[in-house]
């Protein structure tokens, strides 16, 4: 019986951690689009605690597949799909302000209205388009 479900358990544990550790440690709420944001456009208040994010953020995975331990994740085998994709959640976040992390992390644990709101939104979305994809565009 395969397990890879303990690997989106460690990861959720992981991500709750680092939350948990940057908003104690710095007084931040961690939103990964925020930061990611904050360095591309110059508006980042911290760029040590950006860079040490963004090394984790692409460090982590990289060591994990380097170990032989990354998950199939079935996304596609579609490249350009996986850009397209990219794209639209990177707008995504601009039009919400925040992402997964910032909303449905932080946002839902600090029990805030608007967190609920665009964590319910970006699910309802995700799980739309993704049956769109498969049965309306046999993806």
Known sequence: MPIDWIWGLVGGVMI???AAVLLLGTG??????????????????DRSTTFAFLIGLIGMPALMTLGGWAADT????????LIIGGVCVGIGTRFANGCTSGH????????????????LAYIGAGAATVTLARVGLGL
């Open 16 to 18: 709750g951690t680092a």
């Open 28 to 45: 931040r709420i961690m939103g990964a689009s925020g930061i990611v944001g904050g360095l591309i456009d110059g508006t980042g208040q």
């Open 74 to 81: 079935h996304a596609t085998s579609l490249p350009w799909l």
């Open 104 to 119: 449905g992390v932080c946002g839902m644990s600090r029990l805030s209205v608007r967190g609920f709101v665009a964590t």
